[in-house]
């Protein structure tokens, strides 16, 4: 599956960050570190159509009106 193939490398890509930074001062450094790599992905992305949505597009949108009437 091309997500969690693409999930996996991402998370990968954040450990090496961390490890390379080898000590952080502290757990909220780790945290900030995850979020601008996310940020990173999110800007390289966002401007892509994501294959195949379409198709589960109404799924998806019944998903979130349930979760968030």
Do not use: H, Q, T, W
């Amino acid at each position: 599956n091309k997500i969690n193939e693409y999930v996996e490398r991402l998370n990968r890509e954040i450990r090496r960050r961390i490890k390379i930074m080898d000590s952080l001062p502290g757990e909220e450094s780790a945290r900030k570190i995850i979020y601008l790599r996310i940020i990173e992905e999110n800007n390289k992305y966002s401007g892509r159509a994501i294959l195949g949505f379409n198709i589960c597009k109404d799924d998806i949108m019944r998903i979130f009106d349930m979760r968030y009437p």
